[in-house]
């Protein structure tokens, strides 16, 4: 989104395409002229400025992906991707010179596949001459603040596999492209270089930021994005972009813009040639003051713009050809079309040293009261179900291969992984899991994954049947959070699978709504599994409201095998009084053999936390606040909270209360302290028996409004940790970034908003440390966070706002459904540890990736046929602790896609931060591995084929790649943080 042309909507004028002038099919045709040897030729001697026609086409925001596409809705906003193509192709082939970049998949997949033989055939013409040219080339162009790794590197591969497999090499993208997205993760840049990118560009950072690298001319930089990859491997060159992504001032010849054409007929009225190239020269020579050598990018397009293509390139020929006279004249600037790969070339040609940058470029202001950190955490729900879905797909890929073919056509119907795959990709988008979106588009990101996961469903029914070898029916309880599902409702003898999509064995609690009061659970071997039965909460109850009857909840622990299931089953006993459904009052202490939870009699909040191993003990104080959302009658500043920018009217956050009521349940399976706190704040910690984690279950909502003030929620944790200003918060899920308050690494900040200034995003877990003790708390979904008092950290869950904050979606962030009229309820889980620092990654890494990718429960009614198969592993044994099996997905008919990672930084762990060696053949115990190649991250290229410019930092040595060799093709080694992409091609033993 851009608000800077947020315009008058024009009349819509129909192309008439005319003439072609430059028929294609008359000029030498040649597949290698793409690329940097399509660029227009530049002039050493003068001031060269790349323009840049594009457009910035949003995957959903004020109006849906698919109402976008169409330009359905022009009453929300003027804009119709479909158009947009149909007019530039058109345009493009009336003057070889011009260039057009194009950059969401998503969008151009929808259009390429209405295209005629012949249409399709004209565009890659196109395509093979540099006259198009894709750029970034991701089904989106993804958030950088809330979306997960794992997504951000499978929405890539979807969009460029398309690019390669339409147009080959000439569709590979060799410039990443994040112009609109609100800050800038370190892991993203890390992740582009892995994916073979020579450069990258964007258009948003801190104002401040900006203005000092204007001064200093440094809006380029080489960015070292990773602390443990060895360079260059997540070294990425970083360009800034001079407008935004808008057209200098005056220069907007879009319909939607309305600025003066070219009016160059002397015989007309208001001939302006002379004042037009007097002012792009003008343009061009303070622009050129803060960019470092003698080339300049203008980006001449933005929002949905180039549905009249004509406007824009019939403008441009003039301003190219007017302004080029001038040289005759003495003038020293050189205008030409050109692309972000042509403008990155000549800044690689240049040979210049470059800054190096090792943070990242959060948080994002645009100005002293604006800081965009609200979006952080702005709708909660639909983060959550994002991140769930993440989690249901990478089960739905590895079933798929596992089960073979008859998990997409087998006893239960069709089933794809395909349909989720794309609605993650679009849910991807920085105006989707953001929560940026009007309310209407949310749900259509919701209803999109919602369908996905259906087809999913029947594709891992499927499996499961071929798998197990039984054809009993398998039934999805997805509202198992809230208590809901009716089968274990009701039934008095099922089963329930569970499917492990982690590389290793991993236990976890399993709970249950019944209405029974007493279960036996059995495991694979008919061994009974402790277990225990406890009654819904009060806060449960309300939160479920009508969905749902249960009056108990039966909890026991579970345990799956790596990449495959084990079957648990449950009958109900005759119904005999149990103890366990009494509450034992309000004790002050809940443990298990690893940690013990102490709480304050008199007020009911947690007030220590003790490792019962490591014999740590720390004050923790825990409770709920709100701050109070501007509404913009400020003296300082106009600007309110909203879905993008998170201003508090006060520094001091209002508590909910001070005390909470609580009842406390104990048994050997669960010992919890259910915490409530008003009629819309309630919780419940947890520990299992067999957890390292203290679980807070968080249900907050329908936050009121009747007092007429805007409310942002948090959860703080006070802690006897001593930690100077500092704190941690990881960077798309995976490397952790150091936080100082009040601090940014490369320049002098003067802070304007003390808490907005210092929230960061938090997609998977944030800590505090100091020498003794780190407490680190494993979030569910992304969210913002700081650490605002020493000792202190503090979680924003949950907002509900009155007022726009004019950022263009124009709409309060005021969620509402038709179950919670009233607004939404949220519910949530924060896990803590406490650990010791050296080791404290040895525990929350493992812990993230069991949250990340969580058990796919499927119940089974009655008894399971005799003879099926109760549990299963895709491995032959668990990967060792450091490696993560991040990917395994059917790639075509005989190969799959693997990727296997090394999850810890190399300074993180004396025992994991090791290299470590998996033998791919003896990787999986039903698939024979008969052959491999290696690819990079996006699975676009092959590893070996890997070419990228290099750049040299300033101030320091350039290091010298290295290469490391595996012990054989087989054997693969991974250093920490690295991510190894392969194809394997398979069979099944
Ligand atoms: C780039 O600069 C370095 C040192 O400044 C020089 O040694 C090298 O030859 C230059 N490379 C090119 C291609 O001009
Ligand atoms: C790219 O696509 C071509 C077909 O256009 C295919 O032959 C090639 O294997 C693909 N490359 C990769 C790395 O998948
Ligand atoms: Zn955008």
């Known amino acids: 989104m851009a608000v800077h042309l947020r315009l008058p909507t024009a009349v819509f004028l129909l192309v008439c395409s005319g003439v072609l002038s430059f028929p294609v099919g008359q000029e030498k045709r040649d597949a290698t002229t793409c690329g940097y040897q399509s660029c227009h030729a530049t002039k050493p001697t003068m001031l060269n400025v790349h323009l840049v026609p594009h457009t910035h086409d949003d995957v959903g925001w004020l109006k849906t992906v698919d109402q976008y596409f169409y330009g359905d809705r022009n009453d929300i906003q003027h804009a119709g991707v479909q158009y947009i193509l149909d007019s530039v192709v058109d345009q493009l082939l009336k003057n070889p010179d011009r260039r057009f970049i194009y950059v969401e998949t998503g969008f151009f997949y929808r259009w390429w596949k209405q295209q005629s033989p012949s249409m399709q055939q004209t565009v890659k013409q196109l395509v093979n001459e540099g006259r198009l040219e894709f750029v970034n080339g991701g089904w989106c162009m993804s958030d950088e603040a809330t979306t997960h790794y794992s997504a951000v590197i499978d929405q890539m591969t979807i969009g460029l596999r398309f690019l390669n497999e339409t147009f080959g090499i000439c569709g590979r993208p060799r410039v990443a492209w994040h112009i609109d997205p609100f800050g800038h993760a370190r892991e993203h840049a890390s992740i582009f270089a892995q994916m073979g990118y020579d450069g990258f560009f964007f258009g948003r950072l801190d104002y401040q930021d900006r203005n000092r690298r ?96 004509n406007l824009w390139y019939k403008n441009l020929d003039k301003l190219i050809r007017y302004v080029n006279a001038q040289q005759t004249n003495g003038s020293n600037v050189n205008v030409l079309y050109s692309t972000p790969s042509c403008y990155l070339q000549e800044l690689h040609r240049a040979n210049l040293t470059w800054s190096l940058k090792t943070d990242d470029f959060f948080p994002y202001a645009d100005n002293a009261h604006n800081f965009w950190t609200g979006y952080f955490t702005s709708r909660p729900a639909l983060k959550r179900y994002e991140r769930i879905s993440n989690s249901n797909l990478q089960s739905c890929n590895q079933l798929e291969v596992l089960g073979g073919p008859v998990s997409r056509k087998g006893l239960f119907g069709l089933g794809d992984s395909e349909t989720l795959r794309k609605a993650m990709a679009v849910a991807q988008h920085h105006d989707a899991v953001s929560g940026t979106e009007k309310q209407h588009v949310a749900n259509d990101y919701a209803k999109r994954l919602a369908k996905g996961w259906q087809h999913c469903q029947v594709l891992v029914s499927n499996s499961l049947a071929s798998l197990t070898g039984s054809s009993a029916e398998r039934i999805y309880c997805d509202n198992l959070n809230v208590s809901v599902c009716p089968l274990t409702e009701s039934s008095k003898k099922f ?174 399976v669960v010992q919890e302290m259910r915490q409530w706190f008003a009629p819309w704040v309630s919780q419940v910690v947890r520990l299992y028996s067999d957890s390292k984690a203290v679980e807070l279950e968080w249900t907050v909502g329908p936050v009121p409004v009747n007092d007429r003030q805007g409310k942002e929620v948090i959860t703080r944790l006070d802690t ?32 304007t908003e003390p808490i907005a200034g210092n929230y960061y995003p938090i997609n998977s877990r944030a800590f505090i440390k100091d020498d003794m003790d780190q407490l680190t708390v494993v979030t569910d979904r992304s969210q913002g966070g700081g650490s605002i008092y020493n000792g202190s950290l503090e979680i924003m869950i949950h907002r509900r706002l009155l007022y726009d904050d004019y950022r263009g979606v124009g709409e309060a962030l005021d969620e509402r459904s038709e179950i919670f009229p009233d607004g939404l309820v949220v519910r949530g889980r924060l896990l803590l540890s406490l650990e010791r620092p050296a080791s404290a990654a040895d525990a929350h890494r493992p812990l993230a990736q069991e949250v990340v990718s969580q058990p796919l429960l499927s119940f089974t009614d009655g008894d399971l046929s005799q003879n099926a198969r109760l549990e299963f592993s895709g491995l032959q044994a668990s990967l060792p602790p450091a490696v993560h099996l991040l990917t395994l997905s059917q790639w075509d008919k005989e190969s799959v896609l693997l990727r296997l990672e090394h999850q810890f930084q190399s300074w993180e762990s004396k025992v994991n931060s090791q290299p470590v060696t998996v033998n791919l053949q003896k990787l999986f115990s039903t698939l024979d591995v008969l052959g491999v190649s290696e690819l990079n991250l996006s699975a676009n290229q092959w590893k070996d084929e890997m070419r990228r410019f290099d750049w040299t930092p300033e101030k320091e040595e350039k290091p010298l790649p290295k290469t490391f060799e595996d012990l054989s093709v087989w054997e693969i080694t991974l250093r920490p943080m690295e991510i190894r992409t392969f194809l394997l091609r398979v069979t099944f033993k």
């Open 214 to 309: 204007m001064k200093v001319k440094e809006q380029e930089l080489l960015w070292r994005a990773s602390d443990s990859l060895t360079p260059p491997m997540a070294d990425l060159f970083t360009g800034i972009l001079p407008n935004g992504y808008n057209p200098p001032e005056g220069f907007c010849w879009d319909q939607l813009c309305s600025d003066a054409p070219i009016r160059d007929d002397p015989d007309l009225e208001d001939y302006n040639v002379d004042d037009v190239v007097w002012r792009f020269l003008h343009a061009a020579k303070s622009q050129a003051l803060v960019y470092k050598t003698n080339h300049i990018i203008m980006t001449m397009g933005s929002d949905f713009q180039y549905e009249n293509a």
């Open 495 to 668: 089963s329930v699978s569970v499917y492990n999509p982690l590389g290793r064995t991993v236990t976890w609690p399993v709970r249950l709504p019944v209405n029974g009061t007493a279960y036996s659970v059995t495991d694979t071997q008919g061994k009974y599994v402790d277990c225990q039965v406890l009654p819904v909460s009060r806060a449960t109850q309300e939160v479920r409201r009508n969905r749902g009857f249960a009056s108990n909840e039966l909890v026991f622990q579970v345990q799956a095998p790596p990449l495959g299931y084990s079957t648990y089953s449950v009958s109900l006993l005759k119904d005999q009084p149990s103890s366990s459904l009494l509450p034992h009052g309000a004790p002050t202490v809940i443990q298990n053999k690893f940690l013990q939870v102490t709480f304050d009699p008199d007020t009911g909040l947690m007030n220590g936390l003790i490792n019962l191993e490591t014999k740590q003990t720390i004050k923790l104080t825990q409770n709920f606040y709100w701050y109070n959302a501007s509404d913009g009658n400020n003296y300082e500043s106009q600007q309110t909270s909203g879905a993008y920018i998170f201003r508090p009217n006060s520094s001091t956050p209002l508590m909910v209360n001070s005390k909470a009521k609580v009842e406390s349940f104990q048994n050997s």
């Open 720 to 751: 006897s940790i001593k930690t100077s200003e500092l704190f941690y918060t990881d960077s798309n899920g995976r490397e952790v970034l150091q936080r100082k308050k009040d601090f940014r690494p490369t320049w002098q900040l003067k802070q």
